[in-house]
């Protein structure tokens, strides 16, 4: 699990060449900046999980996988809750916490 920044897919990439990574992704609000996006991942991750699906996500998850998973971004209080981010309050989910109970996975916390 790890944050955004501007070194995510730098730090990414890195990892991809030492193990295969999965990450979990936002379709951007461009459709061109999208598919540009995404084909640039396709390439360095071997998937791509849509972050509205959770059933994959954990099946990805159960299975075994590395995946990578941005827990700062902001969904809206529904799903998260206001915590301190390096010092100012930020929305952050708690889905993690769940997604760890019910898939076993190993949680670690990157940084780059």
């Known amino acids: 699990m790890s944050s955004h920044s501007t070194m995510l897919d730098a730090g990414g990439f890195i990892c991809s060449l030492f193990f295969n990574l999965d990450i979990v992704y936002r379709t951007q609000n461009n459709g061109l900046i ?4 995404y084909r640039s991942r396709n390439k360095v991750y071997k998937n791509q ?8 996500l954990i099946k990805h998850f159960k299975a075994g996988r590395a995946v990578w998973y941005s827990i700062d971004q902001d969904f809206s209080l529904k799903q998260g809750v206001m915590a301190p981010f390096f010092g100012v309050y930020a ?18 916390s990157l940084f780059f």
Not at 34 to 37: E, K, N
Not at 49 to 56: F, L, P, S, T
């Open 34 to 37: 999208d598919m540009l996006i």
């Open 91 to 108: 929305e952050t989910l708690t889905a993690h916490r769940r997604i760890v109970t019910i898939s076993n996975a190993v949680a670690i």
């Open 49 to 56: 999980i849509q972050k509205k699906d959770m059933r994959a």
